[in-house]
């Protein structure tokens, strides 16, 4: 194996979450046989991309791997022209559908640093069977808006699947979570405020200091006089999300942070319809379950099936019976 096609597996084993996966190999789908084999220069150009922004004015002080390089760069360049960034500082998070880096955040933002959520290339990510959390969903566009039903060319490409069609899911569920932070942040929401977003990519408020990033609640041992006040926060963000007509649909002490005795939610490009989601129940009492799986590890035990049907009927009315379920 060559060294270049040896860096090429390394990168691919660090961002593909299924590459060391035997049996996840064999389970994935076979190119279609009329699409031609790309040669090797062909998948490097894919990978690599254009590394301009590198040698030109956006210089970052952050050094990504060559192979990392185009992608990032590609992401970021606009928002740094944009003066939304000034810096790319350190990669803070590596997921498997996207990476956070922290950013020095420009004027127009009125903060001192950004955080900047990148999506994987689309030859890298593999993001998660979303079927669940986009039943009762609109696909919307890059500026967030709906797309209409009479577009016969882009339904057809959503139906069929297409190359396309693939682009503009991956771009409505970035742009669910870019619009519902926009509108919790509005509300009064412990989240991110939100800068400015791409179809790959969003720009928003960081948690943390200019040396370390906020660390996940899960990772918090938190104190006895702790424990109640940041519960009830958790529920109040709960019922704003209900109140918007939202679930947030991963909750749990995996997608909160803790940073100075208060917490920020974060993740929602699966954020799942109130009223039109035939498992909003199920996917409301999965949050909350996870949430007292949590605080009873911290010494406060709760009642998780209690808990969801109270706000179900509060804030769900009797347009569904949540015991046709379970």
């Given at each position: 194996?060559?060294?270049?096609a040896s860096?090429?597996?390394?990168?691919?084993?660090?961002?593909?979450?299924?590459?060391n996966?035997?049996?996840a190999?064999?389970r994935?789908?076979?190119?279609p046989?009329?699409?031609?084999?790309?040669?090797?220069?062909a998948?490097?150009?894919?990978v690599v991309?254009?590394?301009e922004?590198?040698?030109?004015?956006?210089?970052?002080?952050?050094?990504?791997?060559?192979?990392?390089?185009?992608?990032?760069?590609?992401?970021l360049?606009?928002?740094?022209?944009?003066?939304?960034?000034?810096?790319v500082?350190a990669?803070i998070?590596?997921?498997?559908e996207?990476?956070?880096?922290?950013?020095?955040?420009?004027?127009?933002t009125?903060?001192?640093?950004?955080?900047a959520?990148?999506?994987?290339?689309?030859?890298?990510?593999?993001?998660?069977?979303?079927?669940q959390?986009?039943?009762?969903?609109t696909?919307?566009?890059?500026?967030?808006?709906?797309?209409?039903?009479?577009?016969?060319r882009?339904?057809?490409?959503?139906g069929?699947?297409?190359a396309?069609g693939?682009?503009?899911?991956?771009?409505?569920w970035?742009?669910?979570?870019?619009?519902?932070?926009?509108?919790?942040h509005?509300?009064?929401?412990?989240?991110p405020?939100?800068?400015?977003?791409?179809?790959?990519?969003?720009?928003?408020g960081?948690?943390?200091d200019?040396?370390v990033?906020?660390?996940?609640?899960?990772?918090?041992?938190?104190?006895e006089?702790?424990?109640?006040?940041?519960?009830d926060?958790?529920?109040?963000?709960?019922?704003l999300?209900l109140?918007?007509?939202?679930?947030?649909?991963?909750?749990?002490?995996?997608?909160?942070?803790?940073?100075?005795?208060?917490?920020?939610?974060?993740?929602f490009?699966?954020?799942?319809?109130?009223?039109?989601?035939?498992d909003?129940?199920d996917?409301?009492?999965r949050?909350?379950?996870?949430?007292?799986e949590?605080?009873?590890?911290?010494?406060?035990?709760?009642?998780a099936d209690?808990?969801?049907?109270?706000?179900?009927?509060?804030?769900?009315?009797d347009?569904i019976?949540?015991s046709?379920?379970?």
């Amino acid at each position: 194996m060559t060294d270049l096609a040896s860096q090429l597996e390394d990168y691919e084993a660090r961002f593909d979450p299924l590459h060391n996966d035997r049996r996840a190999r064999r389970r994935r789908k076979p190119k279609p046989r009329h699409v031609p084999k790309q040669d090797t220069g062909a998948i490097i150009a894919a990978v690599v991309d254009d590394t301009e922004g590198l040698e030109g004015g956006f210089n970052p002080t952050y050094q990504p791997s060559k192979y990392e390089a185009g992608w990032l760069m590609g992401s970021l360049e606009q928002f740094y022209d944009q003066q939304i960034i000034t810096d790319v500082l350190a990669a803070i998070k590596g997921g498997k559908e996207a990476s956070v880096y922290r950013c020095a955040a420009g004027p127009a933002t009125g903060a001192a640093l950004a955080a900047a959520k990148v999506y994987r290339p689309r030859m890298f990510r593999q993001l998660r069977n979303d079927k669940q959390y986009r039943q009762g969903r609109t696909i919307l566009t890059a500026e967030g808006r709906p797309v209409k039903k009479t577009d016969h060319r882009l339904m057809r490409a959503l139906g069929k699947k297409t190359a396309f069609g693939v682009q503009v899911e991956h771009t409505s569920w970035l742009m669910h979570e870019y619009t519902t932070l926009q509108a919790l942040h509005r509300a009064g929401a412990a989240v991110p405020q939100p800068f400015a977003a791409s179809d790959n990519t969003i720009i928003m408020g960081y948690v943390g200091d200019e040396h370390v990033a906020a660390p996940l609640l899960n990772d918090v041992r938190l104190a006895e006089d702790e424990t109640r006040p940041l519960f009830d926060e958790v529920l109040r963000n709960v019922e704003l999300m209900l109140g918007q007509g939202w679930i947030h649909g991963d909750l749990s002490a995996y997608n909160i942070l803790y940073w100075d005795g208060a917490i920020t939610l974060i993740d929602f490009p699966q954020v799942t319809a109130l009223e039109t989601n035939p498992d909003a129940y199920d996917i409301l009492r999965r949050d909350l379950t996870r949430i007292c799986e949590y605080f009873a590890r911290m010494g406060l035990p709760r009642d998780a099936d209690a808990l969801t049907d109270d706000l179900w009927y509060r804030f769900g009315g009797d347009w569904i019976d949540p015991s046709q379920l379970t």
